[in-house]
């Protein structure tokens, strides 16, 4: 047995089982609490891939005084490529000037999105802005762009699980697959 899915044709096999991304996730939530301890931070997810990571991570990092607010881009119109272009669908409605944010995303791949969204919150005067995301393919970048925290750094695959999708389905599985080559 190969414990492999499959999905609209495109078979996946098992990448990052959930323990190894509890670990992770734990480990990347202690270097967030170290950074923002003693600051009223607000955390910013992006939906809607991040949902499971950021509900885990806040989890782990603890902190009460925090506050939690959703944005949403996007930069994929269906499939397993991006189109290059960065659109904003919902934003923030807090006020961030003085504020320190982390961003969570669930996947840093070209860049574009993160970059863009960085940019967009360096604007409205926050005290400052950290990037915390589950997966950066540093190989797939078109920016340059580095997250301040990553719990894995991954080769250019198309994965899904955890809160990633294709074309909607299977942000519910636990584990995260990649893609057949």
């Known amino acids: 047995m190969d414990n492999s899915i499959v999905l609209n ?11 190894q991304i509890d670990r992770e996730v734990e480990r990347v939530a202690r270097e967030i609490r170290l ?3 003693g600051k009223n931070p607000l955390f910013i997810v992006v939906l809607t ?30 499939g397993t490529s991006t ?5 904003q669908l919902m ?7 003085g504020r320190d944010l982390v961003i969570i995303e669930d ?19 926050p005290a400052s802005v950290k990037f915390a995301t589950l997966l950066y393919k540093p ?17 250019p695959k198309f994965i899904l699980g955890y809160g990633l999708d294709l074309d909607g389905k299977g942000r519910n599985l636990a584990d995260i697959y990649a893609c057949e080559d």
Not at 50 to 61: C, E, H, K, N, P
Not at 68 to 73: M, Q, T
Not at 140 to 153: E, H, I, L, N, Q
């Open 9 to 19: 044709g495109m078979r996946f096999f098992p990448y990052l089982r959930k323990e």
């Open 107 to 125: 996947i840093v791949d070209t860049g574009l999105t993160a970059e863009k969204m960085v940019a967009d919150l360096k604007s409205k005067e």
């Open 49 to 78: 891939g991040a949902f499971m990571f950021a509900a885990d991570l806040l989890r782990q990092v603890g902190i009460n005084e925090s506050q939690i607010e959703f944005v949403r881009y996007s930069s994929y119109e269906g």
């Open 35 to 37: 950074d923002v301890e």
């Open 139 to 155: 190989e797939s970048s078109r920016t340059g762009f580095r997250p301040d925290y990553a719990a894995f750094v991954i080769p």
């Open 91 to 97: 934003g923030l409605r807090e006020d961030v000037k």
């Open 83 to 87: 189109t290059g272009k960065v659109k």
